[in-house]
């Protein structure tokens, strides 16, 4: 009896202790209400689990409570109905699958790689499991018809397989994985209303069934999505992935719809299939041609009884209005172009998923001249860390540096810069021979040198004498340098430097040669309200391509246009930017090859405070709620962070739709972090003075530049302006004139069209499609200087160019890099005034061989010595041994040998067979034959 007693004791002891020992779960965890805990801190969720009521029904661990494992006692709460967590789980416990309540499971942020095959015993309705590391889609869902929301989102599936039993299935996420292919059978999940696609490699060519199917809504994205919208007037087969793979076929769904003020536009290429369908049974419909254009035999009075389908295919280039004749609110048109036909497109590589917002945005590195005003820019190949995640990637870079250093000069101050190509190859340490790149020997330029590294800097919007301009002509290969003296008489502004080597722009700027160069003028810059220096921050903003290795990728021939799948902005992929509550100072700098920017501000409190233009400030700031920059374009903004809270969060965002697309591909550019030191809001100038209107009578006369795309024999399309190519000059004016010049975009490309040392101000915008529209004047903060102005698509951009006191060959051109390196860039020359000639027979100040042909002489632009056998110029290997291959007994080049023949353009020989214009005395170039004695203007 007392044994027993004493057992009793003790037993009674043990349960108080435990008692007393037992976790209380609400001080560690936040219990929202008697059924919902929420672990936010470390904790042990054995402990927790153990400890939790049994009546809890939702229990998060959020990830900063790194859980490795789930507790093995969770079959204890047969309430719970939603379960949540994110740590470091590799394994699910057998003891989960025991609750019959659970509908939805949340295991986001773990490291799974597989899921058991008795999952589906639950009745879950919600599975997530975004970034884990499922390579596959867990074939253990495929059992779980009780599902209807599936997210895996940021793993790396790299496809979708059947899912006949997942009948209830509502939406599926897979945003950010390696999808590449879905299963066809996706369509008859007839609940399925939403499919997420966005960051994935999708070969689009393979999924024109998704076209139509009215069970996917708005929300349906693909890496670059086709318009799929359900019940939407116009659907679409014409994915970007799919250019160039031969004719498309355009479906458009054909339905009576509320009237659609502004109807959809099917973008197609010649030869392409329109076909309009309706699916309802006896929906009567026509198709009816509204331009008179030939669509086939269905017209007024020859309805069609659905369900049906009516084929055509596009004839010509040209902008088709059509229309049902029952239901006139019934409209749409086709916009057809010649466009890259016949050129294959690439299958472009991912980028490795790289996490955002890990590194902190750089500063890029400021050089100031020395007592001299002098400087010297070293271009060199290294290696760069673009992320923390990322190896380090080979770039070409102005001083190692990536963007290169931010040159500062003054108002009126000349500066010279020395520019050196030490492009060495890393390997060797060796002088490269030949580009990092794969460089197209279609192009002009490269059709002649093939892949050397040459490179000439530009400085873009500068005033600048036409030797210093960055011409493409002028370009130097490694091992030399070339001294640049540029004037800065200009007002303070924001420019840029990159290379502008002849049809490899494209490439070098990829690689890494681009930095910013600023004009300073303080007494401009105190009138304006700036912030001090360390609140005045350059924002460059680059898009690229990476291999996993960290390698750059670019295609090995030549595509229209190449959008990177990453951001970089100062040379780091989506950083991050910790600010204070006060203004700041940002000098906003497009450095994409194609990638056009609609920047705006994630908090709509914010505005952009755009103070000045590309080519100076505004004097009266103008808010402005976005910002279009395309390529090479900049502006000067304020953005006031006073008003906002400590820990509150912004993100520069890109509101730029792709042509071919209509979505953004890379919504968020950066992260801005606001921090609490202090307030300071900004004050604008008390006395704002603005610019006067620009006045188009200033005008002498008035030029028309028409974008054309059209076939090519060896690129199979190509860009050109007014049909005509880079050494075709034909726009000849007087120095100090003023002009009006219309820029006609035909095309559904935007045209950033640049013309070099001038200034301009956009006059206006005027609609192709219809003339009778009024004109559409600049946004306001496009009122200023510019040196750039957007063509839109169908639209005729007017601009009012001052050609400034510099006589010389330059160039214009469109700022899509890789229209530029083709031939949609051509040259122009300004010249002196011919009432300036005194006609002596002497070559002097203010005169050149177009004004004053009688005293200042042409020379052929050839030279032997220049490394080129110029045989249209009369050279050959006799002639010029050290230019043109041949020894002149077996062959000679030039002479019995063309530049066609592979002797004549053997390793380290260049040929070129096409006569170029003469040299000009006055220009203020020394080029090809001309000599002191000559002209001793230009070459003394």
Known sequence: MARALMQLVLLLLVVLLEATTALDVCTVCDCVDSTTILCRVPVSMTDVVQNAPLATEKLYFACASEQAAVSTNINRLVNLKRFKVCGTLTALPEELFTLTNLKTLELNKNNLVTLPQNICNLPLKNFRAKKNKFTEFPSALLQCSTLVDINLSGNQITSVPDLPNLTKLYRLKLRNNMVTTLAESLRTLTKLKRLVLEGNPLQCCSLDWLVGWTAIDTDAECATPPEMAGEMLATTTAFPDCAGQGPQTHRILWHQLPIHNSPPVIQARVGDTIEWYWTLQFEIHTVRPLDHFDIGPNSPGNFIIGPATYSWVVPEAGLYNFYCDIHPDMTGRILAEVDDIGVPTPALPSSPLLEKWVDELPTPTDYY????????????????????????????TYEGLFPGPTLHAQKDQALTVTWRNNLRDLATDQLRTHHLLPVDTCLNGPHVWRDLPRTVPHLHGAHAPSKFDGHPDYAFVPGEEREYIYPNQQEASTLWYHDHGMGITRLSVYLGLAGMYIVHDQAAEDAMGLPPQARQLPLVFTDRRFLANGTLYYPPSYVSRLEGDVMLVNGKVFPKLTVTRKFYFFRLLNACNSRHLNLTLSDSTLKFIVVGSELGFLGAPVQADFLMLGPGERSMVIVDFSTLAAGQEVYITNGFQLADTGTSDIPLLLKIVVQDSGQRAYLPPANPQPLPPPNPNAATLIRSFTMQHEPDECTGARWTINNKGFNDITEIMVKNSVEIWDFVNPSTHVHPMHIHMIRMRILSRISLDDPSETEVLPLAYESGWEDTVLVMPRQTARVLVYFQDMPGRYVYHCHVLEHEDQEMMRQFRVIHHPTDCNHNSICEANEDCFSCPNDCSRAARSACGN??????????????????????????????????DPRCVAEGWYCLPEALEPACCGDDVCEGSETAAQCPIDCA
């Open 369 to 396: 001249p020395d007592s001299n005003n002098r400087m010297t820019i070293e271009m060199e190949e290294v290696q760069v860390t673009l992320h923390r995640d990322l190896p380090p990637t080979t770039m070409w």
């Open 867 to 900: 490394g080129l056998c110029e045989t249209a110029h009369g050279e050959t290997c006799q002639s010029c041994a050290q230019d043109c291959a041949g020894d002149g007994i077996n062959y000679c080049c030039g002479a019995d040998a063309t530049c066609s």
